[in-house]
């Protein structure tokens, strides 16, 4: 079967169970936003996935193949980590050479043009990178390198608000292109809300939601109107915050809105993601 699929996956760290019990497929040609808290256990999953650690139970495949040291299945997968994997007098030029030796396939045309977009010089050594700069040599050689999975581990750290958005329009670009799975990890969860087709939410080691994007944000609404209107409507429902400005109240609701329940007054809108994923990340909230 084609996709990642990750079978009853744990890890323990000294005492401390990171991934508890994981079970996961990431198919193919879709991008997923692997969204958790700090130490949720997303860093762990990807290092997993592409042996930079090796699970205490469970196993995962890739493409049908175990991902545990197999370099066949290990080639189909492209990690861009928040380590830098390459020795720091590697020059970029040289780090998209041999990306494309390893994984058998690289654009080095299109890295060069990524290269002028970001005013990032090729010839430069990694250490000679500032951090924005660090982050972006790794997102050109995820964005370029030819595997049907991309693991983007925070990539647009570091990233000003520029250079994020050229990062996400390339890659809807590449991705419109030449569809294959990203996997996008990241805290910016607003900004990729656009991007993503699937979300994955990890808490406390474990998978609490695995649904399309669309899905995820329907079961959550957003009402807004005069104060006074809007405590009078939200009274009783299932609220989850709201914003005052002003005499005007803002307020995000669980559940499906009833439109024809909705008074004159009332302004009815989607949820943000960001929203949501508060309310299902915070330690009281969200039961799955
Ligand atoms: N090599 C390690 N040794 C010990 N503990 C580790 C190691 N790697 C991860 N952990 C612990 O495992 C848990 C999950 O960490 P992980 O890095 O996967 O989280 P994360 O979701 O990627 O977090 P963040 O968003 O902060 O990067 C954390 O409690 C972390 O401290």
Same mark, same amino acid.
């Given at each position: #079967?084609?996709?990642?699929?990750?079978?009853?996956?744990?890890?323990?760290?000294?005492?401390?169970?990171?991934?508890?019990?994981?079970?996961?497929?990431?198919?193919?040609? #879709?991008?997923?936003?692997?969204?958790?808290?700090?130490?949720?256990?997303?860093?762990?999953?990807?290092?997993?996935?592409?042996?930079?650690?090796?699970?205490?139970?469970?196993?995962?495949?890739?493409?049908?193949?175990?991902?545990?040291?197999?370099?066949?299945?290990?080639?189909?997968?492209?990690?861009?980590?928040?380590?830098?994997?390459?020795?720091?007098?590697?020059?970029?030029?040289?780090?998209?050479?041999?990306?494309?030796?390893?994984?058998?396939?690289?654009?080095?045309?299109?890295?060069?043009?990524?290269?002028?977009?970001?005013?990032?010089?090729?010839?430069?050594?990694?250490?000679?990178?500032?951090? /924005?700069?660090?982050?972006?040599?790794?997102?050109?050689?995820?964005?370029?390198?030819?595997?049907?999975?991309?693991?983007?581990?925070?990539?647009?750290? /570091?990233?000003?608000?520029?250079?994020?958005?050229?990062?996400?329009?390339?890659?809807?670009?590449?991705?419109?292109?030449?569809?294959?799975?990203?996997?996008?990890?990241?805290?910016?969860?607003?900004?990729?809300?656009?991007?993503?087709?699937?979300?994955?939410?990890?808490?406390?080691?474990?998978?609490?939601?695995?649904?399309?994007?669309?899905?995820?944000?329907?079961?959550?609404?957003?009402?807004?109107?005069?104060?006074?209107?809007?405590?009078?409507?939200?009274?009783?429902?299932?609220?989850?915050?709201?914003?005052?400005?002003?005499?005007?109240?803002?307020?995000?609701?669980?559940?499906?809105?009833?439109?024809?329940?909705?008074?004159?007054?009332?302004?009815?809108?989607?949820?943000?993601?960001?929203?949501?994923?508060?309310?299902?990340?915070?330690?009281?909230?969200?039961?799955?």
């Amino acid at each position: #079967m084609n996709g990642i699929e990750i079978r009853g996956v744990s890890k323990s760290f000294a005492g401390l169970r990171a991934l508890d019990d994981i079970t996961l497929t990431l198919g193919e040609g #879709m991008i997923y936003g692997l969204l958790g808290r700090n130490g949720a256990g997303k860093s762990t999953l990807l290092n997993l996935i592409t042996n930079r650690l090796f699970p205490d139970e469970g196993e995962i495949f890739i493409n049908g193949e175990p991902a545990a040291e197999n370099d066949r299945a290990q080639s189909l997968v492209y990690l861009m980590g928040e380590k830098d994997y390459y020795p720091d007098a590697m020059r970029v030029r040289d780090v998209f050479r041999w990306t494309g030796n390893f994984y058998g396939g690289f654009d080095l045309e299109r890295a060069g043009e990524f290269c002028e977009l970001f005013g990032l010089d090729q010839t430069k050594k990694i250490q000679q990178l500032s951090t /924005g700069y660090r982050s972006i040599y790794k997102i050109i050689t995820a964005l370029c390198v030819d595997v049907p999975y991309v693991l983007l581990d925070e990539p647009v750290l /570091g990233l000003d608000a520029n250079h994020r958005e050229l990062f996400y329009k390339l890659l809807i670009e590449q991705y419109a292109a030449e569809p294959r799975t990203f996997v996008l990890s990241t805290h910016l969860i607003e900004e990729i809300a656009a991007l993503i087709e699937q979300i994955v939410v990890i808490k406390n080691g474990r998978i609490i939601r695995d649904e399309s994007c669309e899905s995820l944000l329907a079961s959550g609404y957003t009402v807004a109107g005069k104060a006074g209107d809007v405590d009078r409507f939200i009274e009783g429902k299932n609220v989850i915050g709201t914003d005052t400005l002003g005499g005007l109240k803002t307020a995000y609701l669980l559940g499906r809105p009833n439109r024809d329940e909705v008074p004159q007054g009332i302004e009815l809108s989607r949820i943000d993601l960001q929203k949501l994923f508060i309310e299902l990340t915070n330690e009281q909230g969200a039961k799955k």
